[in-house]
């Protein structure tokens, strides 16, 4: 059987965009401690709210291991960014192709769906009716939910 190839198009600009995002991911959920960060927190939350203690033991036993494939898949998500030249400004604009192969599209998925639960936390969006679309500070959150959306359609074309 051979591995699926996503071919998932966007401007040099969401390139170099996307790259800083998952870089700055990356860097948080690989030196920040959760219990100090509730972004971070959300991204491993309480599998049992309702026993503090239970919750406390597993959390002790599958934070680390989380966060740590958090890492991982942004690392293969900044890996295949890496294969895009920066352009100058006036290509900016100029689409680009980025081959996303076999296992590294679940990365990607989890990824930019991670990212987006970072800006939610960070912007106190809980539920989907929680932002204003016409704030501007919620631009960069409805766009990363927009290439989420266009890399899924790429995954199910391919």
């Known amino acids: 059987m051979t591995e699926k190839l996503v071919i998932f198009t966007l401007t040099r600009i969401e390139a170099a965009h996307l790259r800083d995002l998952v870089t700055q991911f990356a860097s948080l959920v ?18 049992y709210p309702d026993d503090r203690e ?10 680390g291991d989380l966060l740590a494939r ?8 900044l890996a295949d960014l890496a294969r895009i030249e920066d352009a100058p ?12 192969e076999g296992p590294a599209l679940d990365a990607w998925l989890r990824t ?28 960069l959150y409805d766009w990363l ?3 989420l959306d266009g890399l899924l359609q790429a995954a199910e074309d391919a």
Request: hydrophobic share 45%; aromatic share 4%.
């Open 30 to 47: 690989a030196e920040t401690p959760a219990e100090t960060d509730p972004a971070v927190e959300r991204l491993a939350p309480d599998a």
């Open 70 to 77: 958090r890492a991982a898949d942004a690392a293969a998500v």
């Open 145 to 147: 939910g927009y290439r």
């Open 89 to 100: 400004l006036e290509d900016a604009l100029s689409p680009v192709d980025v081959s996303i």
């Open 54 to 63: 239970a919750g406390a033991d597993f959390r002790s036993v599958t934070r």
């Open 112 to 139: 930019l769906a991670a990212v987006r639960l970072v800006l939610a936390s960070r912007l106190g969006i809980q539920t989907a009716g929680d932002h204003d679309e016409d704030d501007p500070r919620f631009a």
